[in-house]
């Protein structure tokens, strides 16, 4: 059971440059969420997905767009990379207990992006 | 003001003394509680999670909330090296609230 699995780890863009981060989950979880976590400020919601199809912004949605054509995958692509999107990013998926939300999220291992 | 305030420290303390972490929050429509620990290049992994006012024990963490006051605290009893790692401290308006307010963690170094 691999969890929540974010690739790549490491990435280093020059500005203006666009990719894209992978999520994927195999605990067959219906919320998914991206963060970024900088030193000083803490996990802050990027976007987060209810089920397939469904997207939704969160605290800091600007420069990133997200899609959900599956359960399984969750991307996060960076459409012109810029210097202050250098941090680490989250992917994380939570369940469902007696078909109501549980709260808890799962978080993948991270993956740490330098733009120039 | 941040909705959730935590002292970033580090801490650090010598192997088996209590560790104490603390997070104060200013919207009192808070309702249940998380604490999540995070190794070092690591995602995090939810540690303890509470519903409003009072204790809960697990092992040798033990979660306090008290909501009059809108303050949330971490103890760890007999602090091992493999405790060493940043706390960050959660919370959501309602159960199964997936949107959570986080602290920005709390660093904390055991040293044998």
């Known amino acids: 059971n691999a969890g929540v699995t974010q690739t790549p780890k490491f990435q280093v863009l020059k500005t203006g440059q666009s990719m894209t981060l992978q999520c994927a989950q195999d605990?067959?979880?219906?919320?998914m969420s991206w963060y970024r976590q900088d030193p000083g400020m803490g996990l802050r919601l990027i976007h987060y997905?209810?089920?397939?199809?469904?997207?939704d912004q969160g605290e800091v949605p600007n420069g990133y767009n997200v899609s959900r054509s599956t359960t399984e995958d969750f991307p996060l692509r960076l459409l012109s990379a810029a210097p202050s999107q250098t941090s680490v990013y989250f992917c994380?998926?939570?369940?469902?207990?007696?078909?109501?939300?549980?709260?808890?999220?799962?978080f993948g291992e991270g993956s740490r992006l330098t733009v120039l | 003001q941040k909705e959730v305030e935590q002292d970033p420290g580090p801490l650090s303390v010598p192997e088996g003394a209590i560790v104490s972490l603390n997070c104060t929050y200013s919207?009192?429509?808070?309702?249940?509680f998380m604490w999540y620990r995070q190794y070092s290049r690591k995602g995090p992994e939810l540690l303890m999670y509470?519903?409003?006012?009072g204790n809960k024990e697990d092992g040798r963490f033990t979660a306090q909330v008290d909501k009059s006051s809108k303050y949330i605290s971490l103890f760890i009893r007999d602090s091992q090296p493999s405790d060493s790692a940043t706390y960050l401290c959660?919370?959501?308006?309602?159960?199964?609230?997936?949107?959570?307010?986080f602290g920005k963690g709390n660093q904390v170094v055991v040293i044998p």
């Open positions: 994380a998926s939570s369940y469902k207990s007696g078909g109501a939300n549980t709260g808890e999220l799962f």
């Open positions: 605990m067959n979880h219906e919320y």
């Open positions: 997905s209810v089920g397939a199809g469904i997207t």
């Open positions: 919207n009192s429509a808070f309702q249940y």
């Open positions: 509470t519903y409003s006012s």
């Open positions: 959660a919370m959501s308006l309602y159960y199964g609230n997936n949107r959570l307010a």
